[in-house]
């Protein structure tokens, strides 16, 4: 008898490493049925893909069509993109925490969340902070397999242009090489790496919650 087919959501998958994903979970066999939930349309078409249109602010308003086996939360923004404190804390802690809390209600088993190297609660840096705490309280929500990916600068041809962002890319692709060791989570990783790291997460056991780059590419070399 052929294993029933999966399906997932994706939270953000019109932004670089969320497209990777979903192109990737599209080709794969063993989904029917993809949903993404984001502010504008994809402009894709494909028989296994369902696009839920609306503000990502207030997922809970999506709570009727939130099920599926397992979620991945692609969200996050800068300083540069959302200058605004407050709108920055309502994007990187407020989605992915509803997120989770949907999930629980739900009973989705497997959380993925793209957060950041240097994510910490008790961090002086608002930045590294709002991501450290997004992180204790996903967490908190206790859900079965729950991943947290903690990337370094993540590389991948965007629609937009950020600046401050390209700099940090050229600077990281030439140090990357002498980042060895202790260091090697430092090194840029692409968008493509993270979502292969993400799809294995989805469908094997990791000891571990909270992932930082370097391991999200050794476990994206098993896919």
Not at 80 to 107: Q, W
Request: proline content about 4%; aromatic content about 8%; glycine content about 6%.
């Amino acid at each position: 008898m052929d294993r029933a087919k999966k399906s997932a959501i994706i939270l953000g998958a019109t932004g670089l490493t969320g497209k990777a994903l979903l192109n990737k979970l599209l080709e794969d066999q063993r989904y029917d049925t993809i949903k993404i939930f984001s502010r504008s349309p994809s402009q894709m078409q494909h028989p296994k893909l369902e696009e839920h249109i609306g503000d990502l602010l207030t997922l809970s308003k999506f709570t009727s069509s939130f099920n599926a086996d397992e979620v991945y939360c692609c969200i996050g923004t800068t300083k540069s993109k959302t200058p605004d404190k407050e709108m920055y804390r309502a994007i990187d802690y407020g989605i992915p925490v509803a997120a989770a809390r949907l999930c629980k209600e739900h009973s989705i088993p497997r959380l993925l969340v793209i957060s950041a190297l240097g994510a910490d609660a008790q961090s002086a840096i608002f930045y590294n902070k709002i991501k450290g705490e997004m992180e204790e309280e996903v967490l908190k929500q206790g859900i079965t397999y729950t991943y947290i990916l903690q990337p370094s600068i993540i590389q991948g041809q965007r629609d937009e242009r950020r600046l401050g962002e390209w700099i940090a890319k050229n600077l990281f692709s030439v140090i990357g090489i002498f980042l060895q060791g202790p260091l090697r989570k430092y090194r840029s990783i692409q968008a493509v790496t993270i979502a292969n790291a993400m799809i294995w997460l989805a469908n094997n056991k990791y000891a571990g919650n909270r992932i930082p780059s370097d391991e999200i590419a050794n476990i994206a070399a098993n896919d």
